[in-house]
């Protein structure tokens, strides 16, 4: 990629290339580390999530009494539990 700066100054930005898929990332500290990149579907689950956390969170809009307080930790903990099997 390159850009200008300032008057007729050029920078030239390269990335290192990245390792091909099975091989270890420079600076691994161990054989078993390698790159990996989560698959859409794993994508799609943690963007499911978050859509709940901010749905549990509206439960605390305003002045949350001990009722609402109290149902957005179970409900919280039930939430957590469940993406945290799955995952």
């Known amino acids: 990629m390159t850009t200008n700066q300032g008057r007729g100054h050029r920078l030239t930005l390269m990335s290192p290339p990245s390792p091909a898929p099975g091989e270890p990332v420079p600076g691994a500290t161990g054989p078993a580390e390698v790159e990996r990149h989560a698959s859409w579907l794993e994508l799609f689950f943690d963007l499911i999530a978050v ?6 969170a509206s439960l605390l809009r305003g002045a949350p009494g001990h009722g609402e307080v109290l149902l957005y930790c179970l409900l919280n903990l039930a939430f957590w539990t469940a993406w945290g099997c799955a995952s």
């Open 51 to 56: 859509a709940g956390v901010a749905q549990l």
